[in-house]
């Protein structure tokens, strides 16, 4: 199973493009407000139904935990006691982790991008303690892919896809989507 996490401010398309690329990708995912309301109102005004919320996540099952950005939303998510305890135990046995645009921030807060290379939205460079800011689209250093913001939430998502089953299935989606046609 692999959750995204939703806050209030979260940039909806690096949410929800995420999430449609991994469902399409065969990965089970589900969208997880990190109060106790389903319904949760993006960056932009776009009000999202999420699948759960985080007090009934069972974080054993959890695959990969996904961190979109947009702000207020990252700080929301950074500011999540329960989100972070559970990313530092999901991070500390080993799991992958994901964020993208500003939330790479809550990772840098934590000290897990200590000795990795990262990027995030500009701007927030100074928040990825211990990091080798590099500015790509995206970055995947071992078990933590990070994104660059909006315009990478498509190259952020193939590359989880690669991560998680392969690289044939991004191809296949990548091919499927047409955006070998952009690139």
Not at 29 to 46: F, L, P
Not at 56 to 76: C, D, E, R, S
Not at 143 to 155: E, H, L, Q, R
């Amino acid at each position: 199973m692999v959750y995204i996490f939703f806050a209030n401010g979260t940039e909806e398309i690096e949410a929800l493009g995420t999430a449609d690329i991994l469902r399409r990708a065969g990965i089970d995912v589900q969208i997880v407000s990190i109060t106790n309301d389903r319904i949760v109102t993006g960056a932009h005004g776009i009000r999202i139904e999420t699948d759960d919320v985080i007090s009934q996540v069972n974080f054993a099952k959890a695959q990969m935990l996904i961190l979109p950005g947009g702000l207020p939303g990252a700080i929301n998510l950074a500011e999540s006691a329960t989100l972070i305890e559970r990313l530092r135990d999901h991070v500390y046995i080993g799991r992958p982790v994901a964020a993208i645009c500003a939330a790479p921030l809550v990772l840098g807060r934590l000290g897990l991008l200590e000795g990795k290379r990262a990027t995030c939205y500009p701007g927030f460079e100074a928040e990825l303690k211990g990091a080798t800011c590099t500015g790509a689209l995206v970055e995947k250093d071992g078990n933590i892919i990070t994104g660059k913001g909006p315009a990478a939430v498509f190259d952020f998502a193939y590359t989880i896809v690669e991560h998680l089953k392969d690289r044939q299935t991004a191809d296949q989606l990548r091919a499927g989507m047409l955006w070998n046609e952009v690139k």
